[in-house]
């Protein structure tokens, strides 16, 4: 099993906290987000970890880790920055945005997936929006369930806010070694063969994680959520930070 952590972003929202490094390298309560998440892989014997950079790359310096370096993470959204460690997607993968501080027990739940494509959801998702001005609850990358199964998946739902199976997406991926073959072959193929706009993106190479999902959901390949309870937390603005203090104290 790999662990791939995605930290090719600016993280211009951070204001002032990533002036002069990378969102992921912010600190909680003295330890940092993206040393939080590694330490926890480290707990779970995950020891093969990958970390796709961008701007700011020379900023890391973890050791026993494998460093991807996306070179055009400016022309590039979330599809494309994990796409440039797809030769080292050859086995059992965890993938987690590098911005999402998050407790054993869900990383126990996300591990325990059985499937193939299986994504972190949060059914209680709009009392995470609480008090969150900067944030608001238009940006949530929702999920609607029918029948144990992601149907769709994509932000502004609003249509749906009262169905009791719609949840948020927060995160996290757990492919088995078919889930991790079968997306990196759905996404060479569109490489070759896609033009024009793809889902709610102006183009592939502008694509988020959940473009990407709903064109495999559209391919029919299952795609589960993992639902899951513990403690987690979005980094997307100071505002989120002042969240994250009061939940993650160790």
């Not at 370096?69 to 022309?75: C, L």
Request: aromatic share 8%; hydrophobic share 40%.
């Amino acid at each position: 099993m790999k662990a791939i952590i995605l930290a090719a972003g600016e993280g211009s929202r951070m204001g002032k906290l990533t002036q002069n490094i990378p969102k992921p390298l912010v600190t909680v309560n003295g330890k940092s987000i993206i040393q939080r998440q590694i330490t926890l892989f480290h707990e779970k014997k995950i020891d093969d970890i990958i970390i796709v950079t961008g701007p700011n790359s020379d900023k890391f310096n973890f050791k026993d880790v494998t460093y991807v370096k996306d070179q055009n993470y400016r022309e590039h959204e979330v599809l494309g920055s994990l796409m440039e460690a797809k030769n080292l997607m050859n086995t059992e993968i965890i993938m987690t945005y590098s911005d999402i501080l998050f407790d054993k027990a869900i990383l126990d739940q996300i591990l325990n997936f059985q499937g193939d494509i299986g994504v972190s959801t949060e059914m209680n998702w709009l009392s995470t929006y609480q008090n969150r001005i900067h944030h608001p609850l238009s940006q949530a990358d929702n999920v609607l369930i029918n029948d144990g199964k992601i149907t769709e998946i994509r932000k502004n739902m609003a249509k749906y806010l009262k169905n009791e199976k719609l949840g948020e997406f927060f995160g996290i991926m757990h492919l088995s070694s078919t889930g991790a073959k079968n997306f990196v072959n759905v996404y060479d193929r569109l490489v070759k063969n896609h033009t024009g706009p793809f889902h709610d993106a102006p183009s592939l190479k502008k694509a988020y994680l959940t473009d990407m999902l709903q064109e495999l959901i559209d391919l029919n390949f299952d795609v589960k959520p993992i639902l899951c309870k513990g403690v987690w937390c979005e980094m997307d603005t100071p505002e989120d930070l002042e969240i994250a203090y009061k939940k993650f104290h160790d």
